[in-house]
């Protein structure tokens, strides 16, 4: 029963951890002057890529994952990038509510590659605790 709660708080810290990795980034979208890009193709790639220098990083600070069960991490691979891009996206439809400049459809999938680069690279180069 033990392993189970361990197991269960490892994951749900690590979980959170990748989830709000992108609130800070969300920050310098509240005071918009200027109308975001319809195209965000370009945006997105840019993103995902900041995401695996982020996990690049910290694998330099913290080289081993905090999940040691390969099917928690699995599932933080999956669950991460689609909670961290609602919860990006929501923020941003509270923001829009003051600034027309704000679209929140981008924020979703802007966090979503940002936070999947992280994850993903963090599952493949970091070792098992």
């Known amino acids: 029963m033990e392993e189970i ?5 490892q994951f749900l810290f690590e979980f959170t951890l990748d989830v709000l990795s992108d609130i800070p980034f969300e920050w310098m ?9 319809e195209g965000i193709v370009m945006p997105c790639i840019v993103w995902f890529f900041a995401g ?6 910290s694998l330099l600070v913290v080289s081993h994952t905090v999940i040691a069960i ?3 991490r699995m599932t933080n691979l999956v669950l991460a990038p689609v909670a961290s891009a609602c919860l990006s996206q929501s923020i941003a439809a509270h923001r829009s509510k003051g ?7 981008n924020h979703f999938w802007q ?8 994850t993903l690279i963090r599952f493949a180069y970091a070792s098992r605790g």
Do not use: M
Not at 5 to 9: D, G, R
Not at 29 to 37: L, Y
Not at 99 to 105: E, G, L, M, Q
């Open 5 to 9: 709660l361990i197991a269960v708080i």
């Open 99 to 105: 600034n027309p400049y704000i679209v929140p459809s």
């Open 111 to 118: 966090a979503f590659w940002f936070t999947l680069g992280l």
């Open 70 to 72: 390969s099917g928690l």
């Open 29 to 37: 979208s509240k005071n918009r002057t200027t109308p975001e890009p």
């Open 52 to 57: 695996c220098l982020l996990a690049g990083i």
